[in-house]
């Protein structure tokens, strides 16, 4: 069956797992391979595998029953061979399988088992079953369309991975290579400052934020300049520093540490010589402990800043707010008007900063004009 789309030819494609699978190959390093060697099974815009047992035994089991699986979709290369579209997940799944890479629980048994100790019936059951597959011909520019149209459904792309199918090649892949691995070169040095996940390209856009920013440009900007350099090892050389002044100046681990814009910090305090981080750990740990800091991630940023938002401090409770304005009769402190209540906003008697606790006490009502001038200085 031949149907047109786009600029592209479509046409459907009925082989069996074991064909699949024969000349399954997966190198360690991004290469995947499969169909006796000429179906890509990972091209670079692809996302690593992040099936987890539970997703990867279902395909084996709607396999193993007969049941349908979703249709696949490859696009067919000028010299021939495939690459995988649509359908990476389920056929790294399958082809791990038959390579007995992991096992399954399989029907009503109550033990897993591996391919390997299938019966003979059993393996030829999944191997002769029958894949839904459509190949594309026509321009890359048209599959990318494509692709994009039909990963709309399953597992959603982030929003990384979209642009990494837009920026694909040399450079994209040697970024890759250092970012998006569980286990990998940014991960192992990284993990304790940085949010998400590598297989979901996290921590590839974190860093892409970053570096992007210091250089007044947008990611995509950032990644359409570099596509055609050979390796990314100014992104890596960057990473590498900014987690290097990190620890030198936060020598102590928090969990508090992650997910913290750590990027622009390095590209504005970046050699300092007053940042101690004797002193720094003293402030870290004392700003820990006090119960009015409600962001704890903002600790660093405020160190370094001095901006109080970052803090997210305590706000004071509609109780403290209705006591200080009973027992002020609705004066503001500083001009001596009379408001509503509703006109006027707790403030800290003795600033937080110097030690003033968000607490009944220490709580004063100033009209919003008042508080907005106090704010200022």
Not at 30 to 55: A, M, S
Not at 148 to 159: D, K
Not at 232 to 243: D, M
Request: net charge negative.
């Amino acid at each position: 069956m031949k149907l047109e789309f786009l600029n592209m030819k479509i046409e459907f494609l009925n082989i069996t797992i074991r064909e699949l699978a024969e000349g399954y190959q997966d190198d360690g390093v991004g290469g995947v391979r499969g169909y006796d060697g000429i179906l890509d099974i990972r091209p670079p815009y692809q996302r690593e595998f992040v099936y987890k047992d539970k997703q990867r035994e279902a395909v084996i089991n709607t396999v193993m029953n007969g049941f349908p699986l979703n249709v696949m979709y490859w696009a067919e290369r000028d010299d021939g061979t495939f690459e995988i579209i649509d359908g990476q997940q389920r056929t790294i799944s399958i082809c791990q399988y038959v390579n007995n890479a992991f096992s399954v629980q399989l029907g009503n048994w109550n033990m897993s088992r591996m391919f390997g100790n299938l019966s003979d019936d059993e393996q030829n059951t999944i191997l002769d079953y029958e894949l839904m597959i459509y190949t594309c011909t026509g321009p890359a520019s048209e599959r990318l369309k494509w692709y994009e149209i039909i990963n709309i459904a399953g597992e959603v792309l982030t929003r990384q991975e979209l642009r990494n199918a837009v920026y694909a090649g040399a450079w994209l892949s040697d970024a890759r290579r250092y970012f998006s691995r569980p286990g990998g070169a940014a991960y192992g040095l990284g993990s304790p400052y940085l949010s998400g996940s590598a297989l979901r390209q996290d921590y590839l856009e974190t860093t892409l934020k970053w570096i992007s920013a210091r250089d007044g440009v947008s990611i995509d900007d950032y990644m359409a300049k570099h596509q055609k350099d050979p390796v990314a090892i100014e992104l890596w050389n960057y990473f590498q520093n900014v987690i290097a002044w990190v620890e030198a100046i936060f020598p102590k681990e928090r969990s508090s540490m992650k997910g913290v814009d750590w990027g622009p910090l390095y590209d504005a305090y970046n050699g300092r010589s007053d940042l101690l981080p004797t002193v720094l750990e003293t402030e870290v740990a004392r700003l820990h402990k006090d119960d009015d800091v409600k962001r704890k991630t903002g600790i660093y940023p405020y160190l370094l800043t001095g901006d109080e938002k970052h803090l997210n401090i305590r706000a004071f409770t509609q109780a403290m707010r209705e006591a200080a304005y009973e027992r002020q009769e609705g004066i503001c402190s500083q001009c001596n008007k009379k408001y509503d209540l509703s006109d006027m906003h707790a403030d800290h008697i003795d600033p937080w900063s110097q030690g003033g606790k968000t607490s009944a006490e220490n709580c004063q009502m100033l009209c919003k004009s008042c508080n907005r001038r106090k704010s200022d200085k």
